[in-house]
């Protein structure tokens, strides 16, 4: 077995396992070595994260950009990777596949598909994304060493706040061979509730500012618990902090706030 299918295999596992898992996402070598460093037992990139990173925007990077990507995570680390592929970088289903197949190729563990087209500025008919999902599932399920394909539902980060909605995709998505969902947005306990108890696969849920805590949304029955780009956003956030400080007053402060010997491990 190649080191990328026992990852593979392990990140299996964390979804067939009884208990929560947090999923957080980093968007470099080094945040992804600190993580690891703090005992967590898989990654996910960012998409949002990764964009910053490269000095520009969410969906901006190129498929060949987040390939790069991938490679140099899957390499700097010894944990399952799941990869934010955005919409597949395709316009079809064929393209799709394409993209599935090359993210396992560069030592993915999983990736996400999610239904929001920005060309459109709107949540794809349903029809069109099922048939997405299908495909990177199809590219996903090698045999022997299968990668975990996680299906989103981007309604609520998109102003449609139709809960049923979402739930009909979810089961729509799954059904198509999806091994996990996702509908980032969901801030209650009621509504994780509600969507973990409508699907028959794992559901990832989106930490929510002032939103249920980790211990919450494992109580809900979510099996994993990610970030989005809230860590990347905080790393750059304190950056510019920072740097505000030491423009305007002159002071270093910030240095207090910054990594110990003892984190630096990380990078040894």
């Excluded at 994260?49 to 520009?56: K, R, V």
């Excluded at 049923?164 to 996702?182: E, F, H, K, S």
């Amino acid at each position: 077995m190649t080191d990328a299918a026992r990852r593979r295999r392990r990140f299996a596992e964390l979804h067939a396992g009884p208990a929560t898992f947090l999923l957080p996402n980093p968007w470099d070598v080094g945040s992804a070595r600190l993580l690891v460093h703090e005992g967590f037992e898989a990654l996910a990139t960012t998409s949002s994260g990764l964009a910053w990173s490269l000095g520009t925007e969410d969906q901006q990077v190129t498929r060949d950009q987040l390939l790069a990507h991938v490679r140099t995570l899957v390499a700097a680390v010894d944990v399952p990777v799941q990869v934010d592929a955005e919409r597949g970088y395709a316009d079809d289903p064929t393209g799709v596949a394409e993209t599935v197949a090359l993210l396992h190729d560069a030592g993915a563990a999983g990736c996400s598909i999610e239904d929001y087209d920005p060309a459109a500025g709107a949540v794809e008919p349903l029809e069109i994304a099922v048939a997405r999902v299908a495909a990177a599932a199809d590219a996903a399920h090698r045999a022997g060493d299968p990668m975990v394909v996680t299906a989103r539902c981007e309604n609520h980060l998109y102003g449609v706040d139709d809960l049923d909605d979402t739930v009909t995709r979810l089961r729509a998505y799954a059904a198509a061979g999806a091994d996990c969902v996702y509908a980032p947005g969901l801030t209650t306990v009621e509504q994780i509730r509600t969507v973990v108890t409508a699907v028959d696969v794992p559901v990832n849920v989106l930490a929510w500012p002032d939103g249920p805590t980790v211990a919450e949304i494992a109580a809900a029955g979510a099996r994993r618990v990610s970030v989005g780009g809230a860590l990347a956003s905080a790393a750059y956030g304190a950056l510019v902090a920072a740097a505000r400080e030491l423009r305007t007053d002159g002071t270093t402060t910030f240095r207090r706030r910054g990594l110990t010997s003892a984190d630096r491990e990380a990078f040894r």
